[in-house]
């Protein structure tokens, strides 16, 4: 989804965010162990090679331009990112439940480390074109989380 700040047709922020959130909700909520982050991962990633833009990216352009100058687009990116952390926190929490992550893991903490590297790895794709640092930035990410997999 690509548009211009002269764009008329620039997307409603909320509409945006119930969107992707709702994607998100899909993906995540077929995530039964730790390596179901890999399969995830990879639709991210490829859904930013196939589109040019990452998943959220016309959030992304519309909270780069307009978020300290416009309030519902403020509130738009807290609801966008506080709905996605908390749906990879309950992720987290349903692999603890089934053993499949450590009881001493941080769900919260996980998943605002998991969001902070998928939105740093999307603003270098956004830089540079390179996909690659998107793949990167979760990996590391996922490896924090596979550092509390339940080996048993």
Same mark, same amino acid.
């Given at each position: ?6 764009? #008329?047709?620039? *997307? ?12 998100? $909700?899909?993906?995540? #909520?077929? +995530?039964? #162990?730790?390596s ?6 990879? $639709?991210? +990633?490829?859904? $930013? =090679?196939?589109s @040019?833009? *990452?998943?959220? @990216?016309?959030?992304?352009?519309? /909270? ?7 309030? #519902? /687009? ?13 749906l990879?926190?309950?992720t987290?929490?349903?692999?603890q439940?089934?053993? =499949?992550?450590?009881?001493d893991?941080? *769900?919260?903490?996980l ?6 590297? +998928?939105? @740093?790895?999307?603003?270098? +794709?956004?830089? $540079?074109?390179? *996909? ?5 930035? /979760? ?5 924090? /989380? ?7």
């Open positions: 989804m690509h548009f211009t700040m002269d764009d #008329s047709a620039a *997307p409603d922020p909320n509409d945006l965010v119930r969107a992707l959130l709702s994607a998100q $909700s899909r993906q995540l #909520s077929v +995530v039964t #162990s730790v179901c982050f890999d399969v995830w991962r990879d $639709s991210l +990633v490829e859904g $930013s =090679r196939q @040019g833009d *990452p998943p959220g @990216g016309a959030l992304g352009v519309l /909270i780069a331009l307009l978020a300290d100058r416009n309030e #519902s /687009i403020r509130t738009a990116a807290t609801s966008y990112f506080s709905g996605w952390r908390r990879l926190a309950t987290m929490r349903r692999l439940e089934r053993g =499949r992550l450590r009881a893991a941080d *769900p919260e903490a998943a605002t480390g998991l969001v902070a590297g +998928v939105q @740093g790895g999307y603003l270098r +794709v956004k830089a $540079s074109g390179d *996909p690659h640092h998107l793949v990167m930035a /979760i990996e590391m990410a996922l490896e924090r /989380i596979r550092s509390f997999a339940d080996q048993g």
